[in-house]
Every structure is written in C-alpha cells, then in structure tokens.
Nanobody
Framework: QVQLVQSGGGLVQPGGSLRLSCAAS????????IAWFRQAPGKEREGVSCISTSDGSTYYADSVKGRFTISRDNAKNTVYLQMDSLKPEDTAVYYCAADLLWKVVPGLLRPSDYEDWGHGTQVTVSS
C-alpha cells in the first residue's frame, strides 16, 4: 500500500497560483500512476491530472489544460500540481491518488481506478 501525504492549498484570489505537493512512500515498483482529483461541494469527484512515474507521461482534464502543470521529482518520491490562472470554479478539495500503472487507464482519470489516496487539501479561489 502506498502512503500519500499532501501539502499546499489554501485561499487565493482569481488569477492567482498555488502549488500542491504529494509525497509518496511504500512504492513496490517503478511503474505507478499518480493522479490528482478534486471534489467540490455537492459534486462528484473529478479527475484533474495524472503522471506516470516511469516515463513522466502526463494527462490533463480539459478544464485545466494550459493552466495546471503536473510534475514529479522521483528522487523525493513527490508529485506536484502547479495551478496557475485559478478560477472560482477550481474551488474544491484536492486529492492525490496512486496505483500501479498497469491497473489504471491514466488518460481517463477515473477515481475508481486508484486504490491509495491522500487525505485531501482545500483549495479556495475567491476574491
């Protein structure tokens, strides 16, 4: 089981930036998918972005393309989500998740594909 510890988040004005971090431990393979999801009040959890720990391939939801950037630091076992040009509709609790690469379809960003989850962190975009 992979343990995921999140940091970052908070309150930011529209147009501002935030960076989320997801530190992982307990990897049993070099081939994992690490993804970010978010859930706004009253809405279903939705996929935001995903990265492969093996080759660094990245995937984004259409709603965040061009504004969010996912990256990894394999030496630190940490994945980052840089969020720029934030909008009020980005307000949500953000979760990172992990699973073995062969068990997921990274581009689909389906929450049900992922077994291990972080605790969530609030991101609020408001003036």
């Amino acid at each position: 089981q992979v343990q995921l510890v999140q940091s970052g988040g908070g309150l930011v004005q529209p147009g501002g930036s935030l960076r989320l971090s997801c530190a992982a431990s307990g990897f049993t393979s070099d081939y994992y998918a690490i993804a970010w999801f978010r859930q706004a009040p009253g809405k279903e959890r939705e996929g935001v972005s995903c990265i492969s720990t093996s080759d660094g391939s990245t995937y984004y939801a259409d709603s965040v393309k061009g504004r969010f950037t996912i990256s990894r630091d394999n030496a630190k076992n940490t994945v980052y989500l840089q969020m720029d040009s934030l909008k009020p509709e980005d307000t949500a609790v953000y979760y990172c998740a992990a699973d073995l690469l062969w068990k997921v379809v990274p581009g689909l960003l389906r929450p049900s594909d992922y077994e291990d989850w972080g605790h969530g962190t609030q991101v609020t975009v408001s003036s």
